[in-house]
């Protein structure tokens, strides 16, 4: 579904990501993990082309992407929940919905998909008409996963899904995370909770300084020496 062959990216020349490659197959649940600006959210954002890769090449779908405007990705079925949520926030949670479904192919099947979105997300259904900036936290992060489900993707970016929620709602957010996985969605996690993450996906990459230090089954991981000490506490 989604292959990265060491791509770079640079920022004022100053080196984001530098020979990073990493795959998703069609179905799967990956996640990319590390502490702060090791570079997970600049790969989330070349992916979807909000960034310029400088080296390397992105093939999703057996498509060449790196060089395709970030406008034309969500066509091809990529959609990026972005870190910090960024609902529209005197926008109605409908209203957020509709938004979504930006691509000529979404469109004519809007209303099915918001009413797919509503049983996902019941409280979502409960809040439609209230504005999305009045909601809690984690109804935010409910409602900005829900807005790119409205493209029906086929891989699904995900940047820091559990960032300023309380361990509760995040149980409730990656409990529906993991609903929309078992659908066949392909899903990409970038995230800093690396207990959660890895109590979830079946694979992932550690990124360090820009680069993929390891990479194996989370089981695998769950037990590498330096995952335990650096990211798990142990």
Known sequence: MLQIDSIAVDYDRIPALTNVSIHVNPGEFVGVIGANRAGKTTLLRAISGLVPVHAGHIMFAGERIDGLASHRRPELGIAHVPEGRQVFPRLTVEENLILGAI??????????????????????????????GTLSGGEQQMLAIGRALMLDPRLLLLDEPSMGLAPIIVDEVYSKICEIQK????????????????GVISRAYVLEHGEVSISGSAEALKTDPGVRTAFLGL
């Open 183 to 198: 659908l066949g969605l392909s899903i990409l996690l970038v995230e800093q909770n690396v207990p959660m993450a890895l």
């Open 103 to 132: 691509t000529p192919a979404s469109k004519p099947a809007r209303n099915q998909r918001i009413e797919t979105v509503y049983a996902l997300f019941p409280k979502l259904a409960e809040r439609r008409k209230q504005a999305a």
